[in-house]
């Protein structure tokens, strides 16, 4: 069973920037995507952005011109740059990798954006 692990959460202010990282336990084949979700208390898990393997990306209105979602290099799989952070962005992140045959959950990162 693949593992995945994200990193890079914290707490921050609000206007500030973190990276979020994912990476896995081993290799996974046929990659079709790969995402970042949240989860705020009290909320349901909701969809942060995208990225396909063919490069498409697709973001929430709520973090659009403020998150940026990448490939990684050869430690992690997906990399999220959140910048201009909000409390509202406030959740724990989940890294999700979808193959043709299966879809991959991490166990989150909390970020807390707070002064």
């Known amino acids: 069973q693949v593992q995945l692990v994200e990193s890079g959460g914290g707490l921050v202010q609000p206007g500030g920037s973190l990276r979020l990282s994912c990476a896995a336990s081993r290799s996974i084949f046929n990659i079709n995507r790969m995402g970042w979700y949240r989860q705020a208390p009290g909320k349901q898990r909701e969809l942060v952005a995208i990225i396909t393997s063919g490069g498409s990306t697709t973001y929430a209105d709520s973090v659009k011109g403020r998150f940026t979602i990448s490939r990684g290099n050869a430690e992690n799989l997906v990399d999220l740059q959140m910048n201009s952070l909000k409390p509202e962005d406030t959740a724990v992140y989940y890294c999700?990798?979808?193959?043709?045959?299966?879809?991959?959950w991490g166990r989150g990162t909390q970020v807390t954006v707070s002064s």
């Open positions: 999700n990798v979808g193959t043709l045959v299966a879809s991959h």
